[in-house]
């Protein structure tokens, strides 16, 4: 009976510490593809647009590993940007709010 007892710790303690070590590393994934996405691409966004900031935030804290380019105060940068949010990725043209899921795909990280 003791022996079944102490099977049975041993194995949720595997569980337990396998659980944390997955939710760690999805954290680590995402900052990792927020800062394969930026490296691979620039967000067009600018005062006042409302979209930009529902585009942004789809990234959390790892929003600060995107590479935006803010046409109110870089208004030279965006020669050619007609709306934002715009992506630009591999020199297309992206318009529009997009899941981290579609970004991945576009910039095959």
């Known amino acids: 009976m003791k022996k ?15 659980t944390i070590i997955l939710i760690k590393s999805n954290g680590n994934t995402e900052e990792q593809l927020a800062k394969c996405i930026g490296e691979n691409s620039e967000l067009y966004i600018q005062l006042g647009c409302n979209a930009c900031g529902t585009q942004t ?35 297309e043209k992206h318009i529009g709010v997009y ?11």
């Open 99 to 109: 899941s981290v899921d579609k970004l991945k795909e576009f910039t095959g990280c």
């Open 57 to 91: 935030d789809k990234f959390g804290e790892n929003k600060k590993y995107l590479n935006v380019i803010d046409c109110w105060k870089e208004r030279e940068k965006c020669s050619g940007i007609e709306y934002t949010p715009t992506w630009i990725i591999e020199g």
């Open 4 to 18: 079944g007892l102490i099977t049975i710790l041993v194995i949720l303690g595997v569980i337990i510490f396998a």
